[in-house]
């Protein structure tokens, strides 16, 4: 009896294990077929909505009507039509800063002087200059940084005429001067033509005509960047200490602020961070930088290529903060020839009497007078 009822429940034991299995394993399965069957159901009872249409597709152009824009070097090299654009400074210096390595060009080129105009308004010796420059279209181009409340207008006939760049206030003796000196020499290099860069003002005239300016400046090996070592409080006085290491007092130079360079002298400029940031931080009124940036730059890393030499004549004789100004009755054919060739220098190696090709400060009332003695003196086409 033991035995029959160990057996019988040995085998019910075994059935409810076995039921259990099965049913473990259906139930394993039933989720998804249950979800799968729900899900078939419910969505038969969906309305189908169809998908959307594509666009239509873009009118087609016949292939004779159809245009092929190409651009090739002619296209990059092109100078921008006009001097005005939305970029910032370290925007403008950045762009400006870039030069191939290639050093051959692989096109024929007219090399170009950059004229700069560092100026308060309008060049109010225009006309002089629109003589000046008559007859030599694709040899120079013109730049003209004013202050920015300026808003005269310049005869459509003039060379200078939309050629006033974008620009920010600049004060007599202040850092931003030579920001303003950048900002030229930036906006010139964008110009692949652009070889040589003059500095001049509203007050400056040229010396010569454009011809002998022209090959005096593209035959020339050097840059004019006057640097001297001055004793005294307008001189080394003017250094503080705190420029050192960068910048020794030894090392400290003064010059002329009208400049003449070439082109990677002035892509040295635009990219130089490292003198000018120790500069614009400590060189502050009374140091004027616009007198000693560039020629304690150029000293210290280009002195073999420059003469040390200014090309813009000005008269310091009666002392004092400014230059003597000229007024019509200064202006004289023995004053105009004694500034041509009364001087003596070295050009390429040789002594020549031609030093300087532009002089200022002329006023406004001398602008008839020069006006008639430039094509006998200068010889300028009139």
Same mark, same amino acid.
């Given at each position: 009896?033991? /035995? ?49 249409? &594509? ?18 070097? %002619? ?138 300016? !022209? ?8 840059? $004019? ?49 490292? !003198? ?11 140091? !004027? ?7 304690? $730059? ?6 073999? %290529? ?19 100004? $000229? ?11 004694? /500034? ?6 070295? !050009? ?15 006023? &406004? ?7 008639? $003695? ?9």
């Amino acid at each position: 009896m033991d /035995l029959q009822r160990l057996i019988y429940h040995f085998l019910i034991f075994g059935s409810g294990l076995a039921l259990g299995i099965t049913l473990s394993l259906y139930l394993r399965e039933f989720p998804f077929n249950f979800q799968l069957q729900t899900f078939s159901a419910f969505s038969s009872k969906l309305p189908l909505t169809p998908p959307p249409p &594509p666009p239509p597709p873009l009118p087609s152009i016949p292939s004779k009507n159809k245009t092929f824009i190409r651009i090739g070097l %002619r296209e990059y090299l092109k100078p921008p039509p006009n001097v005005t654009h939305d970029m910032e400074d370290e925007e403008l210096l950045w762009r400006a800063s870039m030069a191939p390595k290639v050093r051959e060009y692989p096109f024929k080129r007219k090399p170009k002087i950059a004229f700069m105009f560092l100026t308060r308004g309008s060049v109010a010796l225009a006309p002089l200059w629109d003589m000046f420059f008559k007859g030599h279209e694709g040899l120079y181009s013109i730049y003209v940084h004013s202050n920015p409340s300026f808003n005269g207008t310049v005869p459509e006939n003039s060379v200078f005429h939309a050629r006033n760049i974008p620009s920010k206030e600049v004060r007599w003796g202040h850092p931003n001067m030579v920001e303003a000196e950048r900002r030229l020499l930036a906006n010139a290099l964008l110009d692949f033509s652009n070889q040589r860069f003059v500095l001049l003002s509203e007050s400056c005239i040229p010396l010569f005509n454009f011809t002998t300016i !022209y090959s005096y400046l593209m035959g020339s090996t050097k840059t $004019f960047v006057e640097a001297y070592d001055l004793q005294g409080a307008v001189g080394r006085g003017r250094y503080s200490p705190r420029m050192r290491p960068l910048i020794r007092l030894d090392e400290w130079r003064k010059g002329s602020q009208w400049f003449e360079m070439n082109r990677n002298l002035a892509l040295e400029v635009v990219a130089d961070r490292k !003198y000018f940031s120790v500069f614009r931080s400590y060189c502050k009124p009374t140091c !004027y930088s616009d007198e000693h940036y560039l020629p304690t $730059f150029v000293s210290m890393e280009f002195g073999r %290529r420059n003469s040390n030499r200014t090309l813009t004549w000005v008269d310091w004789s009666k002392g004092g903060p400014h230059p003597s100004r $000229f007024i019509r009755w200064d202006v004289t054919i023995e004053f105009l020839e004694r /500034l041509r060739h009364g001087s003596r220098c070295e !050009y390429n190696g040789k002594v020549t009497n031609i030093c300087h090709l532009f002089a200022r400060k002329f006023m &406004p009332n001398t602008l008839d007078r020069l006006l008639r $003695f430039a094509p006998k003196i200068m010889h300028f086409s009139s």
